[in-house]
């Protein structure tokens, strides 16, 4: 079946952690995104690509990297840096920019 | 810049009701493409519709409509005869031709259908 998946559905670390949550499609989709969203809030881009070996950041990308060396993966790394972890992390792809992006089923971290 | 309000915070309807979610956007583009996405329980979003900024035919897929007017820059979403699985976070999003980051998603309107 094609589609995105996103691994582990629960994640826990200790503060002061990196952490690499992963994002896989086989769509065969250029573009792929990464979103956080707070409980009870909407979505806020952390970065995107439109194309492999190039990445843009986001509204909120301070504290997170992102390397895109395949097309079909887009792993996020939560650094120590991110004052705020704790969050639902939602990876998305889309075939075009225009088009209609489809999300995983996305990773809940908590850092203790 | 483009923005997308969706006033609605929380809404709440019994079974069977009609139920109509609104989607106001903000764009200087004229090419430009509109989302409805459902975000249930699990947590994964779903996406429902999409609609291009020169075809303002209103759309209807069973249960659910939607109604785009560009003269008031709306895409409302429209569920008839909503159902308890109709229960979810309902978010609309607007994407401009161009280049750079397109893509902005509204805050989302919780809709909650009692049984």
């Known amino acids: 079946d094609g589609g995105i998946t996103q691994s582990p559905k629960y994640l826990f670390r200790k503060e002061g952690q990196n952490v690499t949550l992963s994002c896989e499609q086989n769509?065969?989709?250029?573009?792929m995104y990464w979103y956080r969203q707070d409980p009870g809030q909407g979505l806020r881009l952390i970065y995107y690509?439109?194309?492999?070996?190039?990445?843009q950041k986001g509204d909120i990308a301070e504290g997170y990297s992102v390397s895109r060396e395949k097309k079909e993966s887009f792993p996020l790394t939560v650094t120590s840096a991110q004052k705020n972890p704790t969050a639902f992390y939602l990876c998305a792809s889309s075939g075009d920019r225009n088009n209609e992006q489809f999300f995983g089923p996305g990773t809940r971290l908590t850092v203790l | 810049a483009q923005k997308v309000t969706q006033a609605q915070t929380e809404i709440s309807v019994v079974e069977k009701e009609d139920v109509t979610l609104d989607c106001v956007y903000e764009?200087?583009?004229?090419?430009?493409?509109l989302f409805w996405y459902k975000q249930p329980p699990s947590g994964e979003l779903v996406f429902l519709i999409r609609r291009n900024s020169f075809d303002e035919q209103n759309e209807i897929s069973g249960r659910y409509s939607w109604n785009f007017q560009k003269s008031t820059s709306s895409f409302n979403f429209t569920i008839t005869a909503s159902q308890v699985v109709d229960s979810a976070v309902y978010f609309c999003a607007l994407s401009e031709a161009g280049y750079g980051q397109n893509f902005v998603f509204g805050p989302g309107t919780r809709l909650s259908v009692l049984p």
């Open positions: 690509s439109q194309i492999v070996n190039d990445f």
């Open positions: 769509l065969n989709h250029d573009a």
């Open positions: 764009t200087r583009d004229t090419t430009y493409y």
